[in-house]
């Protein structure tokens, strides 16, 4: 396995099955946890910046000389996505004080709506999706982990009564 291989497949993950953009999402979890204890939010976004060029440049590499302009076993860009989901968590937690494992119902939240938008691909993500380009393959991911942000953040307002009453 090459280098572009081990990025594009975080390390091998991809190539698990039954859906490979699931797992690709759940690895995302530990890995955002660990960001998150060690640095923080800054951290956690200094790593999505970097997985995304980094997951850009992979999925060129490993897609160069295919059909299939996004094979299900490149899941760097799950991964980004889902960091991006939970990024409003980890900010969240470092505002409050907080361990960030306290805010495990956000955590499934992030995962299942991250998940809905990366399968459905409503609108913009579904257009990311049609380039079929590496850019493609990534923003569509990057977008849905920014609904599914979105709608993590609504969802906390709600559940801490700041849209009530």
């Not at 299942?112 to 399968?119: P, S």
């Amino acid at each position: 396995m090459n280098f572009a291989t081990i990025i594009a497949t975080v390390g091998g993950v991809g190539y698990m099955r039954p859906a490979p953009g699931t797992w690709g999402s759940l690895v995302a979890l530990p890995m955002a946890a660990l960001l998150h204890i060690i640095g923080g939010p800054w951290l956690l976004l200094i790593a999505i910046i970097a997985a995304f060029f980094e997951g850009l440049w992979a999925t060129t590499q490993v897609t160069r000389w295919e059909d299939d302009h996004d094979p299900a076993h490149v899941v760097i860009d799950e991964v980004v996505g889902q960091w991006i989901a939970l990024l409003p968590l980890s900010f969240g937690a470092w505002h409050a004080g907080a361990s960030i494992f306290a805010l495990w119902p956000g955590w499934i939240a992030a995962f299942v709506l991250f998940r809905l938008f990366d399968i459905l691909k409503p609108g913009p993500i579904g257009w990311a999706d049609r380039r079929h380009t590496p850019s493609g393959v990534m923003l569509d991911d990057v977008i849905a982990g920014a609904f599914a942000a979105i709608c993590v953040a609504l969802l906390a307002a709600l559940a801490h009564g700041v849209m009530g009453s």
